[in-house]
Every structure is written in C-alpha cells, then in structure tokens.
C-alpha cells in the first residue's frame, strides 16, 4: 500500500463503493450505505463552513429540509418532475442561504452559533404549522427518481445516485481547498490563519467568501435533502430539525472537522454506532429511552480532549503519504503592474491623524517615499508606529489627513482597495496558515493577479492558472532563498522563516512598496543578517519599503531615510546619521537630553 499514492487509493475506495450494489451484499449494507452517503454530502459542507472558515453552524439539517420538501411539493402537490424539484430545491435554497447569510455571519463570537439555531428552529416549526406541507405528518407517496426509462425506484440503484454526489462533492471540495478562492478560505479561520486581517491585506473580501462557504454548505444539505425526499418517498419534519442539525456537528467533530476525509468517517461512525447502541444500552440499562445521546455527549467530549483533529487525520496515517503537486516553472507569468521609476514619488502622507475616542494615538503625521528608498518609522514605545502602518495600509481608518499612493488618493479606502492600488504589507505577530505548506502560503499573495471563481474551481477548470500562481510562489521562494523548504508546512517553520515566507508573500502580490511591520522581532542575530541582506537584494531590484522596528542597529544599517515618532507625533526625518546624531531622538529614547 505505501507504494501507492493516496490519490490512487482514493479512487479504488470509490470504485469499490460504487460497484457495490453489483455484488450479492446484504440490503441492509445497501441501506447502511445510503445514509452514510446522504449524511457526508450534509458534514461535507460543515467541513468547508465550520473546519474550514470557522463558522459554527447548527442549521444544516434546515436546508436539507429546504431540498426535501420543495421536491416533495413539486412532485406530489403540483405533479411535477423530480429533477424539476431539485432545481428549484438549490435555487430557493440559494435565495434562502444568501439572506440568511447576509444576516448572520456578520455576527462574531456565541452570536453566529445561536442565529443558526434560530432560524433551524424557524424554519422546523414553519414546515410543522403549514397544512400545504402535510403539518408534522408531512408528505406522503412521492415518485421515484428515473432517467428515461431507468428507475431508481430500488434501494440499489438510488444508493448509485447518492454515492455519486458524494463522491463528486467530496472532489469539488477537495479542488475548491487547493485553488485561489481555497486558500482564502483556509485563511479565515483564527484560530488558524489569523482571521480578517491578512486576507483583507492580499485583497480579498473575507465577508463574501464567508458567504461563499456559507452557501456552498447549503447547497449540498439541500442535495442530500433532494436524495433523501426520493429514497424514503415521503417528507416530515423529524430529520430537520436542530436534533440532526446538531448530530451533523457531532459527525464533523468525530471525523475530523476540517478534512474531507473525515465527513465520511464521522457520518459513517456515528450512523453504525446509533443503530447498534439503540440496540444494546436499552438492555443494559433495563428500558426506553435516547440513551444513545449520553454516549455521544461522552464520545464528544473525549474526542475533543485527546484527538481534537478528529479521528480521520489519525486513520490517514495508514493511508499513503500524499504526493507533492509539482510546480511547474516554465508556465507562463502572472500579469505585472507598471512600476514607478526610481527617484519618482510613490507614497506622500499629509498631516494623518487618528483618535480613539478622547486619545490621540497619531498627530498630524506627514512624510514621503520614492521609488527605491527603504524609509525606516521608529520611535519608543507607545510612539503611535504600528498605528501609523495600519493608516497608511488602510486596516484603520483615517480621522483627518491624506494618503496618495502612485499619485492616487487612498485615504478613506479599505486595505483591499490599497493592496489594489499597489500596496503590501507583512505583520507584526506573523500571520501564516499553518497546516498549508509554504508554497501556498506564498500563493496566498497572488490573490490580485489571478480570477479563479469558486465554480471554476470546484469543476477544475482552474488548471492553467493555478500552474501560473505555483510557479510565481516558486520564483519568490527563490527569490528569498527558501525555494527548498516550499513543501513544508508552515506552521513547522522557525518564527525567521516564517518572517520571510510573509515577505514572499507579500512580493507575490507585485507590488510597487512593502511595508513591513517589525520584520526582526523575535530574531536571533543571524536570521536577522540573513533578512538584511534578503531587504538589500529587494532594494537594489528597485523595490521600495516602510518599515516600522524597533532594533536601531538593524535599521541604522538598512534604511535611507528614517522617520522618528514620539507620543504620536513626528519629531524629526533625516538619515541614519542624523537621526543617531540628534539630541531629541536621544531624549526620546533615553528619557533626558544630553
């Protein structure tokens, strides 16, 4: 087996599953199988939404519910077709996830979570209060699925259709994770790529992707909905509710929440365990009862201590190791912007301010920067840099003042519309996906340059350019001279490193100025050398930085012209020399003047 590549492996598991039906197993395998498959194309979707994005959700089961009953309206109400039913299952379901979207997944924190609980309530109760809908006692007789004259009326041969929607589901996915829009994705979570932030910064729209997974999520409950309607051949509100809504967590957790692996290990886990333990714990403990759900809760909770990735990533050890996708460096190269000439001007910050309230944290702050220079922004602490950074970069807002960027004014616009206009930026505290390698972590920057959808990416439509964003990775890579280590991950990189892959990153993106926000804290001095030197090479190939630090050797050494703030206001501007030569900046840093 470990001669094989998991993708191999992958594809024998699925013809196995897909010819099953075939061979003499037993109905009840058959029937078995049918739920695990209904109930991945449900988890699949929480993957991407909850393991994926970070946004707990309790309201799939809602949707499932949306696909089931607008078929089985339209088929036993209105005598219409069932793939007519399926169509208008994902649009209403569409129209639904993006209103409810909109509502909701501007809320941070337990608020999202309970809003997902709400509106599966809403919807539960709605379908169990309308007489059109069969109340509680739903939707009976509604017809068999066919395709010409193949009906699928069988157990055996609906387990075709469910199975092949998993299956392609679980590819789309799988595409969508390892393509542009993915790696925004993957980039949202906090607790894992550092939340809004950085993919704001790259130039992308975190709030619509999270609307994107949010509706992606629905669109496969709604299918798995549609399947499950016409394999039951009747509708209720039982399976809808917040109780599955809550087990399709449950399975996600169990299975490994942020793989796709481990949406059919957990559905596949808890559909086999309910149905024996329905059977043995009403013996064991003498009655009736839900005693399943105690056993859940517990299984939960130690799942969560000891293997809080889930259960799949612990079974993929067996599995074969997954190949690296070569990058091919011959493709064709990503769009460039034009560049200013050396010498032109390029950043002009007029009289900026910024007040928190009754704080003035920045006070009519004003400097340039032309094309070529590295221009240093020092100052103690508490001296207003980190703010001043985040004004020009548009992570904060403007309380008066002017930024223009390559002649354009950019005060007033977000950090995407500047990283746009030609901007980028590295962070103070490092903010890198860390279960992505380095190479996708660097592709992150090409965000700007490339048009993949979400659509083209699930289909794998994407092929072309995402040959051209590996290779642009690659060259930065190289250009910083960690080409060798762009298939690790990057959470296993030193906190040097991982600086430079930020940089990388940031390059990807072609911009005309970096800024670079305390680029050698943490360093030891040899990494420091080493991103001194990287910070010359950018220089002499014609790049311009800002860069805000607090270690002065290393900026005497490297910059141009430095800026000097205190108490949120500009104190002096000069060259290193003058700058170490002035008595108010000693003042300033030592506390009294010579």
Request: proline share 4%; hydrophobic share 50%; with cysteine.
């Amino acid at each position: 087996m470990t001669s094989l590549k998991r993708a191999h492996f992958a594809a024998v598991a699925a013809l196995v599953l897909l010819v099953l039906p075939f061979v003499p197993v037993p109905d009840f395998w058959i029937t078995q199988l049918n739920y695990i498959g209904l109930f991945s194309l449900v988890v699949l979707g929480l993957v991407l939404l909850t393991g994926v994005g970070g946004l707990t959700s309790f309201g799939q089961a809602a949707f499932a519910g949306v696909g089931a009953y607008t078929t089985a309206y339209m088929s036993t109400v209105m005598g219409l077709s069932p793939w007519l039913g399926l169509v208008a299952g994902l649009a209403i379901t569409l129209v639904l996830a993006l209103v409810i979207g909109a509502l909701t997944l501007r809320m941070s924190g337990h608020y999202l979570p309970l809003a997902t609980i709400c509106w599966c309530l809403a919807l539960y109760y709605l379908v169990g209060n309308l007489e059109a809908l069969g109340k509680y006692d739903g939707l009976l007789g509604l017809p068999a699925l066919q395709l010409g004259d193949f009906s699928f009326r069988s157990e055996r041969r609906i387990y075709l259709l469910i199975w092949a929607a998993a299956l392609l589901a679980a590819v789309g996915v799988t595409r969508l994770l390892d393509s542009r829009p993915g790696r925004i994705m993957r980039a949202l979570n906090t607790n894992r790529g550092g939340g809004a932030t950085m993919p704001e910064a790259m130039g992308a729209s975190t709030f619509r992707y999270k609307l994107v997974m949010f509706v992606v999520a629905a669109l496969l409950a709604s299918l798995s909905g549609w399947l499950y309607a016409h394999m039951q051949r009747s509708v209720n509100p039982s399976p809808f509710g917040i109780k599955f809504g809550i087990e399709y967590l449950f399975m996600a957790v169990l299975g490994g929440i942020g793989t796709v692996g481990g949406a059919f290990t957990g559905a596949a886990l808890v559909k086999l365990a309910e149905d024996q333990l329905k059977v043995w714990l009403p013996v064991v403990f003498g009655g009736s009862g839900n005693y399943e759900i105690i056993v859940f809760g517990v299984v939960l909770v130690l799942v969560l201590r000891f293997a809080p990735e889930g259960l799949w990533p612990l079974l993929a050890r067996w599995l074969p190791a997954r190949g690296h996708k070569a990058v091919d460096e011959q493709a064709p190269r990503l769009s460039a912007r034009s560049h200013p000439p050396r010498g032109a001007a390029l950043l002009d910050v007029r009289q900026i301010r910024k007040q928190f309230g009754g704080l003035t944290a920045v006070n009519d702050i004003s400097f340039t920067i032309r094309a070529g220079d590295i221009v240093g922004l020092i100052g103690p602490n508490g001296a207003g840099k980190s703010t001043t950074f985040n004004l020009v970069s548009g992570v904060l807002p403007l309380t008066a003042g002017e930024v223009e960027l390559l002649g354009q004014r950019v005060d007033g616009r977000g950090s995407r519309a500047i990283a746009r206009a030609g901007l980028s930026r590295t962070f103070q505290h490092v903010k890198l996906v860390p279960d992505m390698t380095v190479l996708d972590n660097v592709a992150l920057g090409t965000y700007l340059r490339t048009r993949t959808g979400t659509l083209r990416a699930m289909l794998g439509l994407n092929g072309a350019e995402e040959a051209q964003a590996r290779a642009e990775a690659m060259r930065q890579l190289r250009r910083i001279g960690l080409d060798g280590q762009a298939h690790e991950l990057a959470g296993n990189l030193a906190l040097g490193p991982q600086r430079l892959v930020e940089i990388a990153r940031a390059l990807a993106s072609d911009p005309s100025l970096l800024l670079l926000d305390e680029p050698a804290a943490g360093l030891r001095h040899k990494e420091k050398a080493a991103l001194a030197d990287v910070l010359r090479q950018l220089k002499a190939e014609g790049l311009s930085l800002l860069l805000v630090e607090h270690d002065m050797d290393f900026v005497m050494k490297l910059t141009d012209r430095i800026v000097v703030m205190e108490f949120g206001r500009h104190l002096m501007e000069g060259t290193p020399a003058e700058v170490q030569a002035s008595p108010a900046v000693r003042a300033a840093y030592l506390g009294a003047e010579e």
